[in-house]
């Protein structure tokens, strides 16, 4: 006798009590009406042979035996016994699902929703923005100078460069505090978690290195060097390259992540500030700084496609979850919407001071936009791309990130 060969179910699922019992009693539900089209069918099969189907149907046979008839009520009475048996089984199952229900309601309730992390230099801290209410629920304090932070992609872990201390925090996104810190960097800055949440990758700032975390061990594992002054880091999707500028050299060197080694170097760009992949990875948007453009990068042959204009002295650039819009923050106190089908600017967010950095929800419904100058973060409706709402209560707020994160109420 062989295995039975099981198929792959990746991506995992988790979910929760609550989630399952609805999922169980749909499946019996299914299994039931399944169970009576079987005895309707066998109706129909009496109704055949004694040629009393409804009237307008003639299929049924000119003759028939007697022994042709028991035979084919031996059959019905077999299939309606199996019938019976599959009924009670599944009145077991849904007893069981019964009690499942009972014990529900004393277990704890898992509740996911987007959580929006916000450093701020400033205060040495970082808070935590619920973003149904769109109000801080948490401050974290026990930073020196937090620069930027970065979500695992299960929403589990945030982790914070602290450039004051050269260290890197992890977070439990769960209690909001500090689980332990990871030291050995330069000046920490920008950081990038990998697709897969195995690795994440750390610009040391002062000394133009980026340093990559084991992020199962949270200890650094290589060194890349070759940059010059680099301001942020972006995955592809398969996460294999990290695409990172390089504003001094006007450049945007390329990683392959298997080998942490520059395997290209691009150039043709104008001091680039920012980069963002679009999630389908065919593309990179690369602000230039000095020229007010962004260059579309063509991921598959590391050229640039097309030349965007009409941004006031970008500095950072965002992509929504779904590929659409780009989101383009101008130091001038506004934010440019890119169109990526047509590679346009489709619109125009005014109402900021020095918009600094942003992130979307997960459904990608709002972007969150940290402003610097005024010490708020704005939330954009990227439906109607208007502020729908704006955040107060921070100093100098600088990086920001959105996760799912999962708490127990």
């Known amino acids: 006798m062989s295995y039975p060969n099981i198929p792959n179910t990746t991506p995992?699922?988790?979910?929760?009590?609550?989630?399952?019992?609805?999922?169980l009693l749909t499946s019996i539900a299914f299994e039931e009406l399944a169970l009576a089209h079987i005895i309707n069918s066998q109706a129909e099969e009496l109704q055949f042979m004694l040629g009393t189907l409804p009237t307008g149907i003639n299929l049924s046979p000119t003759a028939i035996s007697i022994p042709e008839l028991l035979a084919i009520n031996s059959s019905v009475q077999r299939t309606l016994r199996d019938v019976i048996k599959k009924e009670m089984l599944l009145e077991f199952y849904f007893e069981n699902v019964l009690d499942l229900m009972k014990k529900s309601s004393t277990l704890p309730i898992s509740k996911c929703e987007d959580f929006v992390y916000v450093t701020h230099p400033n205060f040495n801290s970082v808070s935590v923005i619920e973003s149904a209410s769109n109000t801080i629920i948490d401050t974290i304090h026990g930073f020196s100078f937090p620069h930027k932070v970065a979500i695992t992609p299960d929403g589990a872990r945030a982790y914070v460069t602290d450039e004051g201390n050269n260290t890197v925090a992890y977070l439990d996104t769960a209690t909001n505090t500090i689980i332990d810190t990871i030291s050995g960097f330069f000046s920490p800055a920008e950081i990038a978690i990998t697709p897969d949440g195995a690795r994440a990758y750390v610009v040391n700032s002062s000394n133009s290195t980026i340093s990559v975390i084991d992020l199962e061990t949270n200890t650094i594992t290589d060194t890349i060097s070759g940059f010059s002054f680099p301001p942020e880091i972006a995955f592809t999707p398969d996460g294999t390259r990290a695409y990172v500028p390089n504003p001094s050299s006007s450049t945007v060197s390329v990683i392959n992540t298997a080998t942490n080694m520059v395997s290209e170097t691009i150039s043709g760009f104008s001091f680039p500030r920012g980069?963002?992949?679009?999630?389908?990875?065919?593309?990179?948007?690369?602000?230039?700084?000095?020229?007010?453009?962004?260059?579309?990068?063509?991921?598959?042959?590391?050229?640039?496609?097309?030349?965007?204009?009409?941004?006031?002295?970008?500095?950072?650039?965002?992509?929504?979850?779904?590929?659409?819009?780009?989101?383009?923050?101008?130091?001038?106190?506004?934010?440019?919407?890119?169109?990526?089908t047509t590679n346009s600017i489709s619109d125009t967010v005014a109402g900021f001071s020095t918009p600094n950095d942003v992130a979307f929800t997960s459904d990608g419904m709002y972007a969150y936009v940290v402003d610097s100058g005024n010490d708020t973060v704005l939330v954009i409706d990227t439906t109607t791309n208007t502020i729908s709402d704006t955040i107060s209560g921070f100093s100098n707020p600088f990086g920001i990130a959105i996760g799912m994160v999962c708490t127990t109420q």
């Open 12 to 23: 995992l699922l988790s979910i929760s009590t609550e989630q399952t019992i609805p999922l």
């Open 275 to 340: 980069i963002a992949i679009t999630p389908n990875g065919n593309h990179a948007y690369v602000v230039n700084a000095t020229n007010n453009t962004v260059s579309v990068l063509d991921i598959t042959t590391n050229s640039i496609s097309d030349i965007i204009s009409g941004f006031a002295s970008p500095y950072r650039v965002g992509i929504t979850p779904n590929g659409t819009q780009a989101y383009v923050l101008n130091q001038n106190g506004t934010v440019s919407v890119i169109d990526t």
